[in-house]
Protein backbone atom coordinates (compact mmCIF):
# COMPACT_ATOMS: atom_id res chain seq x y z
CA UNK A 1 0.00 0.00 0.00
CA UNK A 2 1.19 3.56 -0.57
CA UNK A 3 0.76 6.94 1.18
CA UNK A 4 0.88 10.11 -0.22
CA UNK A 5 1.91 12.21 2.10
CA UNK A 6 1.26 16.05 0.88
CA UNK A 7 3.61 18.59 2.61
CA UNK A 8 2.24 22.27 2.42
CA UNK A 9 5.13 24.75 2.74
CA UNK A 10 4.36 27.83 4.39
CA UNK A 11 6.36 30.85 2.80
CA UNK A 12 8.77 33.02 5.41
CA UNK A 13 7.24 36.33 5.98
CA UNK A 14 9.80 39.19 4.88
CA UNK A 15 9.83 43.05 5.36
CA UNK A 16 13.05 45.42 4.09
CA UNK A 17 13.85 48.43 5.19
CA UNK A 18 15.90 50.87 3.75
CA UNK A 19 17.33 54.41 5.70
CA UNK A 20 18.87 57.48 4.29
CA UNK A 21 20.11 60.19 6.52
CA UNK A 22 19.86 62.61 4.15
CA UNK A 23 16.93 63.29 2.02
CA UNK A 24 17.41 61.46 -1.55
CA UNK A 25 15.57 61.56 -4.82
CA UNK A 26 13.58 59.50 -5.90
CA UNK A 27 15.78 57.52 -8.28
CA UNK A 28 17.84 56.95 -5.38
CA UNK A 29 15.90 55.08 -3.48
CA UNK A 30 14.47 53.14 -6.00
CA UNK A 31 18.22 51.80 -6.87
CA UNK A 32 18.16 50.86 -2.90
CA UNK A 33 14.60 49.27 -3.17
CA UNK A 34 15.57 47.28 -6.34
CA UNK A 35 19.00 45.56 -4.64
CA UNK A 36 16.24 44.61 -2.09
CA UNK A 37 14.05 43.34 -4.74
CA UNK A 38 17.09 41.48 -6.40
CA UNK A 39 17.19 39.36 -2.77
CA UNK A 40 13.79 39.07 -2.94
CA UNK A 41 13.68 37.18 -6.36
CA UNK A 42 16.29 34.82 -5.10
CA UNK A 43 14.32 33.51 -2.44
CA UNK A 44 10.49 34.11 -3.79
CA UNK A 45 9.92 30.24 -3.59
CA UNK A 46 10.76 30.87 -0.04
CA UNK A 47 9.58 34.25 0.90
CA UNK A 48 6.41 36.27 1.02
CA UNK A 49 7.39 40.03 0.64
CA UNK A 50 4.75 41.87 3.16
CA UNK A 51 6.77 45.63 2.80
CA UNK A 52 9.55 47.47 2.00
CA UNK A 53 9.92 50.23 4.59
CA UNK A 54 11.74 53.17 3.83
CA UNK A 55 13.15 56.27 6.14
CA UNK A 56 14.42 58.59 3.77
CA UNK A 57 15.97 61.58 5.52
CA UNK A 58 16.29 59.96 9.16
CA UNK A 59 19.46 59.40 11.12
CA UNK A 60 20.80 56.34 11.78
CA UNK A 61 21.72 57.83 15.33
CA UNK A 62 17.61 57.90 16.28
CA UNK A 63 15.06 55.44 16.97
CA UNK A 64 12.72 58.38 15.89
CA UNK A 65 12.13 57.18 12.42
CA UNK A 66 8.93 55.94 10.93
CA UNK A 67 9.37 53.00 9.61
CA UNK A 68 11.90 51.63 12.34
CA UNK A 69 8.79 52.86 14.98
CA UNK A 70 6.72 50.22 12.97
CA UNK A 71 9.53 47.18 12.84
CA UNK A 72 9.80 47.14 16.32
CA UNK A 73 6.35 48.02 17.36
CA UNK A 74 5.19 44.34 17.17
CA UNK A 75 1.90 45.83 15.02
CA UNK A 76 3.78 43.95 11.91
CA UNK A 77 3.54 40.13 11.05
CA UNK A 78 6.95 39.02 9.65
CA UNK A 79 9.74 37.09 10.71
CA UNK A 80 12.64 38.02 8.15
CA UNK A 81 13.86 41.92 8.30
CA UNK A 82 16.05 42.03 5.35
CA UNK A 83 18.21 45.43 4.93
CA UNK A 84 20.99 46.56 2.68
CA UNK A 85 23.77 46.60 5.69
CA UNK A 86 24.48 47.37 9.44
CA UNK A 87 24.21 51.27 9.14
CA UNK A 88 20.65 50.84 7.89
CA UNK A 89 19.55 49.97 11.01
CA UNK A 90 21.46 52.36 13.48
CA UNK A 91 25.00 54.60 13.28
CA UNK A 92 25.65 53.70 16.64
CA UNK A 93 26.20 50.38 18.41
CA UNK A 94 23.67 50.65 21.35
CA UNK A 95 21.11 51.38 19.27
CA UNK A 96 22.07 48.58 16.83
CA UNK A 97 22.27 46.34 19.56
CA UNK A 98 18.55 47.08 21.44
CA UNK A 99 17.10 46.38 17.71
CA UNK A 100 18.94 42.98 17.43
CA UNK A 101 17.77 42.19 21.10
CA UNK A 102 14.27 43.29 20.48
CA UNK A 103 13.89 41.66 16.90
CA UNK A 104 15.68 38.07 18.58
CA UNK A 105 13.75 38.77 21.43
CA UNK A 106 10.46 38.20 19.39
CA UNK A 107 12.07 35.24 17.48
CA UNK A 108 12.75 37.40 14.23
CA UNK A 109 15.33 37.27 12.28
CA UNK A 110 18.12 39.81 10.89
CA UNK A 111 19.19 39.65 7.26
CA UNK A 112 21.80 42.14 6.06
CA UNK A 113 23.12 42.16 2.22
Given at each position: ?7 MKTKIKVV ?38 VDNGYSGR ?28 ARDVLLYR ?16
Amino acid sequence: MKYLYLIMKTKIKVVGYIRSAQKENDEEINKKISCLKEVFNKHEKDWDVIDILVDNGYSGRSDDRPGLKKIMSGEMDYSILVTLGYHMIARDVLLYRKVYQLLNSSGKSLYIM
